[in-house]
């Protein structure tokens, strides 16, 4: 059984900070790629940032410049780093993993249950 838990969401003003962590635990061989994701209110789930295993990372044009994603493979934890909120990233953030339980296992992708960010006066 895999599991992937994000916490650090929550309520920030405009041009506040918060950091979200992602942690996966259970059986796992091996992890690939890992992203954060977020589905704002009537808009479909858009890719916010990825790092792959050599800890190269890409972001969505929104954000660039704002939020640093960050992984800790010792910890099989990636972070987002998110300063300079603003309304429009009101979310809630999903992280996911692309990973192997065992060697002999195919690569298979899990998520987490997501955790709300409201940024608002």
């Known amino acids: 059984q895999v599991q992937l838990v994000e916490s650090g969401g929550g309520l920030v003003q405009p041009g506040g900070s918060l950091r979200l962590s992602c942690a996966a635990s259970?059986?796992?061989?091996?992890?690939?790629?890992m992203r954060w994701y977020r589905r704002a209110p009537g808009v479909k789930r858009t890719l916010v940032a990825l790092?792959?295993?050599?800890?190269?990372?890409d972001y969505a044009d929104s954000v660039k410049g704002r939020f640093t994603i960050s992984r800790d493979n010792a910890k099989n934890t990636i972070y987002l780093q998110m300063n300079s909120l603003q309304p429009e990233d009101t979310a809630v953030y999903y992280c996911?993993?692309?990973?192997?339980?065992?060697?002999?296992?195919?690569?298979?992708?899990?998520w987490g249950q997501g955790t709300e960010v409201t940024v608002s006066s």
């Open positions: 996911n993993a692309d990973l192997q339980r065992t060697r002999e296992d195919a690569i298979s992708r899990y």
């Open positions: 259970g059986s796992i061989f091996y992890i690939y790629t």
């Open positions: 790092v792959n295993s050599t800890l190269s990372t």
